[in-house]
């Protein structure tokens, strides 16, 4: 049973506009950020330190995110942060696949 929690809870990340409307909307604020601070850092650094220097820029959204997902029924607090080391995961292999922008 223990692993299938954690599998349902990302199945529910994968899919957020699923989850609750604050949930979905706080989702594509933490992503809208992650994307913005990555294509910042990315003109002058490394890919990997810029989706790094971006999960760290953007940890206000990603609280607010983390927190109306605690509020769904299906997930708890101890889920939520059991799961966040994956969901920053997937976001900094997210911002690294993105193309360049860049006119070189």
């Excluded at 049973?1 to 989702?27: F, Q, Y």
């Excluded at 990315?42 to 330190?49: E, I, P, V």
């Excluded at 927190?67 to 942060?81: C, F, Q, R, Y």
Aim: proline share 6%; with cysteine.
């Amino acid at each position: 049973m223990r692993r299938v929690l954690p599998l349902i809870a990302l199945a529910l990340l994968a899919a957020p506009a699923r989850a609750d409307e604050s949930a979905g909307t706080r989702h594509a604020a933490w992503q809208t950020c992650l994307d913005d601070a990555f294509a910042v850092q990315a003109r002058t650094t490394s890919r990997s330190y810029a989706a790094t220097k971006a999960v760290s820029n953007c940890r206000e959204p990603e609280a607010a995110y983390l927190a109306a997902l605690s509020t769904s029924p299906m997930l708890d607090g101890e889920d939520v942060s059991r799961i966040r080391p994956a969901l920053i995961a997937r976001a900094r292999e997210r911002l690294i696949g993105l193309p360049r922008l860049s006119a070189l």
